[in-house]
């Protein structure tokens, strides 16, 4: 089933920006989705169209396969089950502490003050911020914020989480725990979009990708599909993960014998060297 899709999706800002042209994407239960493509290719303006933020100039977003409808009652009602998490932090949290911003979501929903208690624990211990409860959100770092924000839309537990460059700002350690805690929500049976622009990672988890550009899908795929072409990827300003791309040399400079599609991830690529030596 698909539980997130755009259907000939344009968008154009009031001051006449044209952000998106006839976008179709779609998201199917349990898959892990990755959009990719450069500054302002218009990653976030569709992510913002996905719980109704923004509202298609054109065109038709599904959610669990029921067209969007823009009432009030039906908005909050998507937002519990498409949780977006923004690119800047500083858009999402705004509570006098910690505890407060990851606590307001469910609290709005109109659960129990246990069940929000015990929400708002597990979800700061899931992203690394325990202790953390009584601080500032603006006394946090760039990458604590980022966190924050993460456990603010976990708390709401939703079925399809959206998350605009999760791994931005934080540091590589951090970077790998968000997605390693993706995978494992994605495990759980929760559906996952990401906008990065870390095509090393992206190999790693993403059943699916998207490469959007001047505000069109000129690609889809599996991660093999879409980064095996390569001509697609360098004329979005994108690059290969540099696995592949340090296969590529050896093939193309150095006459290795290694066919495309190149290896995508560092156990793909020890593989076929091994097997080659
Ligand atoms: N509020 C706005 N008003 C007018 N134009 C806007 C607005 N927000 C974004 N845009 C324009 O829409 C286009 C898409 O922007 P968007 O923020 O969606 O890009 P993005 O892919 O998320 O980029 P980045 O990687 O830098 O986050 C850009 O041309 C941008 O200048
Ligand atoms: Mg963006």
């Known amino acids: 089933m698909n539980v997130l899709e755009t259907k000939e999706v344009s968008y154009k800002y009031p001051d006449g920006t044209p952000a998106l042209k006839d976008v179709n994407f779609h998201a199917s239960k349990g898959e892990i989705v990755a959009l990719l493509g450069p500054n302002g290719a218009g990653k976030s303006t569709l ?5 109704g933020i923004l509202r298609p100039s054109s065109g038709k ?8 409808n823009y009432n009030k009652k039906a908005i909050m ?12 932090p500083d858009d999402q949290l705004f509570a006098p502490t910690v505890a407060e911003d990851v606590a307001f979501g469910p609290l709005n929903i109109g659960l129990e003050q246990d069940e929000v208690e015990k929400r708002v624990t597990e979800s700061l211990e899931r992203v690394g911020m325990a202790g953390f409860e009584r601080k500032p959100p603006h006394h946090l770092s760039g990458g604590q914020k980022k966190r ?9 537990r939703p079925g399809i989480m959206v998350l605009d460059e999760p791994t931005s700002g934080l540091d590589p350690k951090g970077a790998s725990q968000i997605l390693h805690i993706l995978h494992q929500l994605n495990q759980e049976g929760m559906t996952i979009v990401i906008s990065t622009h870390d095509v090393d990672l992206v190999p790693l988890y993403a059943s699916q990708v998207y490469i959007i550009s ?3 899908i000129i690609k889809e795929g599996t991660p093999q599909d879409v980064f095996g072409d390569v001509e697609t ?5 994108l690059r290969l993960p540099r696995i592949a791309h340090l296969m590529e040399i050896l093939q193309k400079k150095d006459e290795l014998p290694f066919d495309k599609p190149y290896p995508l991830t560092i156990g793909e690529a020890r593989r076929k060297l091994l097997k080659h030596l």
């Open 214 to 216: 001047d505000g069109h």
């Open 61 to 68: 977003i599904m959610v669990e396969e029921v067209p969007l």
């Open 47 to 51: 992510f913002l169209h996905f719980n």
């Open 148 to 156: 924050v924000a993460i456990a603010g839309i976990l708390a709401m």
């Open 233 to 237: 990827i360098r004329k979005a300003n």
């Open 77 to 88: 009602n998507v937002r519990q089950k498409v949780g977006i998490v923004f690119q800047n």
